[in-house]
T-cell receptor, first 114, second 113 residues
Framework: DAMVIQNPRYQVTQFGKPVTLSCSQT?????MYWYQQKSSQAPKLLFH???????NEADTPDNFQSRRPNTSFCFLDIRSPGLGDAAMYLC?????????????FGPGTRLTVL | GQSLEQPSEVTAVEGAIVQINCTYQ??????LSWYQQHDGGAPTFLSY????GLEETGRFSSFLSRSDSYGYLLLQELQMKDSASYFC??????????????FGGGTRVLVKP
C-alpha cells in the first residue's frame, strides 16, 4: 500500500543534542510537509517542500531545518532541542493533481527532550 | 492573520447526530477540509468542500458557505469509534503553490454508550 512512513516513532534526546527525524513516502507526491503538534493542539505547519522548493513558515524557529534529498525522503533536523520542542512531529504529503486537496499524514514521531 | 474557530468539545450518545461548526478568517481561501484524529494517531482526511453546498461521504457530511466564511461537519449515527478530535482546515494557498493548510484548534468529540 502507498503510504507515508516516519522513523523513529519515538525519539528521546537530551537538551541541546541535535536530532533528525525522517519521513519517506511511496505516493510519489510533489509536496511534503512537516508539522509540529503539541498535546490537545492543532498541527502547526513548520515548512513544506514543493518538489525541491523549500517554503519556511514565518514563525518557524531557526532551530528547525529540513532537507529533501529526493522525491521520496524528507528530514527534519532540530539543531539544539529545547524542552519546548517536545511534541509530536507529523510528516504529510499531497499531490498536485486529482485529489490534490488531500494531505496524507504519517503516524508521527513523538519527541521527548530530557 | 489566519483564524479558524470551532468548539473545543462535544459530547453525544451512540446513534446521535453531532454538528461541528467552523468559522474562518483567512487571507486566502481555496477550500475547507475536515480531518479526524484519534488519540495518539495521525490526522486522516474526511471531507473537502471547494464550493458552496453539501458533500456527503457515508455517515459524514460537510457543508460550506463561502459568503458566510462558515462550514460544518455532520456526524450521523454516532459510533463509539467516532470518539476523536476533528479539525477543520482551510486551504489558504493556491493549489499550484502547494496546498498549504491552516488548521482550526480542533473539536474533541466524546461518544458515550
Amino acid at each position: 500500500d502507498a503510504m507515508v512512513i516516519q522513523n523513529p516513532r519515538y525519539q528521546v534526546t537530551q537538551f541541546g543534542k541535535p536530532v533528525t527525524l525522517s519521513c519517506s513516502q511511496t505516493l510519489n507526491h510533489n509536496v511534503m510537509y512537516w508539522y509540529q503538534q503539541k498535546s490537545s493542539q492543532a498541527p502547526k505547519l513548520l515548512f513544506h517542500y514543493y518538489d525541491k522548493d523549500f517554503n519556511n513558515e514565518a514563525d518557524t524557529p531557526d532551530n528547525f531545518q529540513s532537507r529533501r534529498p529526493n522525491t521520496s525522503f524528507c528530514f527534519l533536523d532540530i539543531r539544539s532541542p529545547g524542552l519546548g520542542d517536545a511534541a509530536m512531529y507529523l510528516c504529510a504529503t499531497s499531490g498536485t493533481s486529482g485529489r490534490a486537496y488531500t494531505q496524507y499524514f504519517g503516524p508521527g514521531t513523538r519527541l521527548t527532550v530530557l | 492573520g489566519q483564524s479558524l474557530e470551532q468548539p473545543s468539545e462535544v459530547t453525544a450518545v451512540e446513534g446521535a447526530i453531532v454538528q461541528i461548526n467552523c468559522t474562518y478568517q483567512t487571507s486566502g481561501f481555496y477550500g475547507l477540509s475536515w480531518y479526524q484524529q484519534h488519540d495518539g494517531g495521525a490526522p486522516t482526511f474526511l471531507s473537502y468542500n471547494g464550493l458552496d453546498g453539501l458533500e456527503e461521504t457515508g455517515r459524514f457530511s460537510s457543508f460550506l458557505s463561502r459568503s458566510d466564511s462558515y462550514g460544518y461537519l455532520l456526524l450521523q449515527e454516532l459510533q463509539m469509534k467516532d470518539s476523536a478530535s476533528y479539525f477543520c482546515a482551510v486551504r489558504d494557498q493556491r493549489p499550484a503553490a502547494g496546498n498549504k493548510l491552516t488548521f482550526g484548534g480542533g473539536t474533541r468529540v466524546l461518544v458515550k454508550p
